[in-house]
């Protein structure tokens, strides 16, 4: 149950700062118009994220497959997870560079531009998500998988709450390599 708590933690909490970024950079720059994609993607990115973590949990009832799901996901993780460490000071920058890319359209070319935009990004951590739970729910009983997730996307929801209030006072290189590290150990 502590693993999935943590990896729904860690993944849930990159899908709110993946959101949260966007949200401001739109604010900031006056397209408050463009935030309904945003939500869009993320309730789409979430139904794929869902209904992909069911389908792998029924790959995971043989034991081979279950196998051969944790050691992508490990991989996947753990790259990822890597690669975030890395680029963590440089997360914000290059999440508004894109968005500015298709912000800067007009009409419907914006609109699906950043729907599209949210749906990769959001999606791809659910996917990892899904993955890592899916296939634990071999070896794991259900009922502590499905605990674990949702303490863990409990916890992502209080910090939410005080990301929104303190947001200044976080330094999200830090915490994201620190959560990080723990995102290692279990891959």
């Not at 789409?44 to 949990?57: D, K, N, R």
């Not at 419907?108 to 659910?126: K, P």
Request: glycine share 10%.
């Amino acid at each position: 149950m502590l693993e999935t708590a943590i990896i729904t933690f860690r993944e849930g909490l990159e899908m709110f700062l993946i959101v949260a970024i966007k949200l401001a950079y739109l604010t900031k720059t006056g397209r408050t118009h463009l935030k309904e994609p945003v939500y869009w993607g993320a309730a789409i990115a979430a139904f794929i994220s869902l209904t992909t973590g069911w389908h792998i949990a029924e790959l995971a009832q043989d034991p081979i497959m279950e196998g051969g799901l944790a050691i992508t996901a490990g991989v996947l993780v753990a790259t990822m997870t890597y690669t975030v460490m890395r680029a963590a000071k440089n997360i914000r920058q290059n999440i508004t560079d894109r968005m500015e890319v298709s912000a800067a359209k007009t009409g419907w070319s914006a609109i699906l531009g950043i729907f599209g935009f949210t749906v990769v990004m959001i999606a791809r951590e659910g996917m990892e998500t899904a993955m890592m739970l899916g296939t634990m729910t071999g070896s794991m009983n259900q009922g502590d998988v499905i605990v674990g997730a949702l303490i863990g996307f409990a916890a992502v929801a209080v910090i939410g709450y005080i990301w929104i209030k303190q947001s200044s006072r976080i330094n999200l290189r830090v915490f994201m390599q620190v959560t990080g590290l723990f995102l290692m150990l279990f891959c």
